[in-house]
């Protein structure tokens, strides 16, 4: 099943990239250009030169006060400005794909306006964080027209249950449940360490001023196993866009980079693996898609030593 589920997405990798190529190429990757292109700070010799770090993934000429503007100015219009983007490259398919096996306390961050709730699967109590107050709150809305349940994040035991949760008879163990929503700074979240069995992040890496350090709050947050004895270690997901294998491809990016940021809030031409290695993640499983532009990431927090 796994090995045919990748067929499939390799197969809705390439029906993308193609249309990318015949319909794309001229004004830009993918179908959200919409902008003239114009040079990106981020892709001079210097910034090319040092691409791995967190500094070079950031631009001077659209700060993150700019790409807020545009979270907030997008967030009732953005799942119909996007749908069918998302659709015909394949990438509903691939959030369900990765949130399909999440179960348990999950923290998302740049949630946005909840395009991954459909996805999560009954058992997951989440709680969804993001930048922009405008976004959030259409995530609630949604959240509560998909069923979701109100509720609140459980408390593991030394024993590995959620002792908290089994204790609320009117939370259903199978139910979805929106356990919070609000707007936090990825990287400098309000959780305590340790709290959540997943965290997931899909196209966030683009957006943050800092991925470095939004990466390492989700480690940090993420619960860790030390030995045998204890629950199984939490683990990070991670759907994003960035540079591609092909340096044509890439050098559309760059040219298109600060006028896409300015438009839509993210910068689509970073060094994700890069960033997630500087971010001291372990890397578990990687695959690309889009002409290596997609990255489906599965990654784990560092162990703690005893």
């Given at each position: 099943?796994e090995a045919?589920?990748?067929?499939?997405?390799?197969?809705l990798?390439a029906?993308?990239?193609?249309?990318t190529?015949?319909?794309?190429?001229a004004?830009?990757?993918?179908?959200?250009?919409?902008?003239?292109a114009a040079?990106?700070?981020c892709?001079?010799?210097?910034?090319?030169?040092?691409?791995?770090?967190?500094?070079?993934?950031?631009?001077?000429?659209?700060?993150?006060?700019?790409?807020?503007?545009?979270?907030?100015?997008?967030?009732?219009?953005?799942?119909?400005?996007i749908?069918?983007?998302?659709?015909?490259?394949?990438?509903?398919?691939?959030?369900?794909?990765?949130?399909?096996?999440?179960?348990?306390d999950?923290?998302?961050?740049?949630?946005?306006?909840?395009?991954?709730?459909?996805?999560?699967?009954?058992?997951?109590?989440?709680?969804?964080?993001?930048?922009?107050?405008?976004?959030?709150?259409?995530c609630?809305?949604?959240?509560?027209?998909?069923?979701?349940?109100?509720?609140a994040?459980?408390?593991?035991?030394k024993?590995?249950?959620?002792?908290?949760?089994?204790?609320?008879?009117?939370?259903a163990?199978?139910?979805?449940?929106?356990?919070?929503?609000?707007?936090?700074?990825?990287?400098?979240?309000?959780?305590?360490?340790?709290?959540?069995?997943?965290?997931?992040?899909?196209?966030?890496?683009c957006?943050?001023?800092?991925?470095?350090?939004?990466?390492?709050?989700?480690?940090?947050?993420?619960?860790?196993g030390?030995?045998?004895?204890?629950?199984?270690?939490?683990?990070i997901?991670?759907?994003?866009?960035?540079?591609?294998?092909?340096?044509?491809?890439?050098?559309?990016?760059?040219?298109?980079?600060?006028?896409?940021?300015?438009?839509?809030g993210?910068?689509?031409?970073?060094?994700?693996?890069?960033i997630?290695?500087?971010?001291?993640?372990?890397?578990?499983?990687?695959?690309?898609?889009?002409?290596?532009?997609?990255?489906?990431?599965?990654?784990?927090p560092?162990?703690?030593?005893?």
């Amino acid at each position: 099943r796994e090995a045919a589920m990748r067929v499939v997405l390799g197969a809705l990798g390439a029906f993308g990239a193609a249309a990318t190529v015949v319909a794309g190429t001229a004004v830009g990757y993918g179908t959200m250009l919409g902008s003239t292109a114009a040079p990106c700070s981020c892709s001079s010799p210097e910034r090319r030169a040092s691409s791995a770090s967190a500094t070079a993934s950031k631009s001077p000429l659209v700060r993150e006060a700019t790409r807020r503007e545009a979270y907030d100015r997008l967030a009732e219009s953005f799942d119909e400005e996007i749908e069918w983007h998302e659709f015909m490259t394949g990438i509903k398919l691939m959030r369900w794909w990765m949130l399909r096996q999440l179960t348990g306390d999950v923290l998302e961050v740049a949630a946005g306006t909840g395009r991954n709730l459909a996805y999560y699967p009954p058992g997951v109590r989440l709680t969804a964080t993001d930048c922009s107050a405008p976004m959030v709150e259409v995530c609630k809305r949604k959240a509560d027209r998909a069923g979701y349940a109100p509720g609140a994040r459980g408390f593991f035991g030394k024993n590995g249950k959620n002792e908290k949760l089994e204790k609320r008879e009117n939370v259903a163990n199978k139910a979805r449940v929106l356990a919070d929503a609000r707007v936090s700074d990825a990287a400098a979240s309000p959780f305590a360490s340790d709290s959540f069995d997943a965290v997931v992040d899909t196209f966030g890496l683009c957006s943050f001023e800092d991925p470095v350090a939004a990466l390492r709050e989700m480690s940090r947050v993420c619960r860790k196993g030390r030995g045998e004895k204890d629950a199984p270690p939490g683990k990070i997901y991670l759907l994003e866009h960035g540079r591609s294998d092909w340096a044509w491809l890439s050098n559309i990016l760059d040219r298109h980079a600060d006028p896409h940021a300015k438009r839509w809030g993210c910068y689509w031409n970073r060094d994700i693996l890069a960033i997630v290695r500087e971010a001291g993640l372990e890397i578990q499983s990687v695959a690309r898609y889009h002409l290596g532009t997609t990255y489906v990431i599965v990654a784990a927090p560092p162990r703690r030593r005893r």
